[in-house]
């Protein structure tokens, strides 16, 4: 018996204990109205609450080495140096519904189906997950590997999920029927989360049958 549980703990994943960690950022007032106003302003989207129906999982790095640094990137409604006095896409501070350290610690900064700004074109279907790290010093590490493969899980199973994607891979979707984004010029150049994870990252994943890329 002690065996049969021991092989069963080695093959299926479901023998991994997960928690996530709740990490709330601000999400006042201001950053609601702010959300509400992208979706409209962005997206032709003009809805009541700043809600998203999941249709995507979009895999980033935050390009910053360390945790504490990463949360307060994401933390206040409004990005850093934003003057509501001067025209811009949008004040909206940018964010993740999760944020994985670099010891494959997951935290929720937000719920699951509530906007977040991390991916030009498809915030209104897509779940964010930022992992702490990717630059030269703090690559993404095994733990954070295993993490993310954990939490795809866990949103597709919660979930009808299409594709998963890496940041870097988002304008493949400029002529799909989920790319709402109304400026042609509003684009940022991406490399993460790198190929290489996001090639672990399918390979662990592939049960789900996401989509393949649309082709451009
Ligand atoms: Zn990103």
Redesign the pocket.
Known sequence: MFFLGVLLLFFCNCGVQRTIVEKPIVFDEQRIELTKQYLSQRYNLDQGTPEIVPKMI?L???AIPTFEKSYEAFENSTLPNWRPDIESVSGLNVSAHFLVDQDGIIYRLMPETTMAR??IGLNHSAI?I?NVGGTEGTPLTRKQLKANIWLVNYLATKYDIDHLIG??EYTFFENHPLWLEVDDGYRTE?T??GEDFMKKVRRATKKFNFEPLPTK
């Open positions: 979009v980033h790095w935050t991390h991916v964010g930022e940041h870097y991406k993460d989360p």
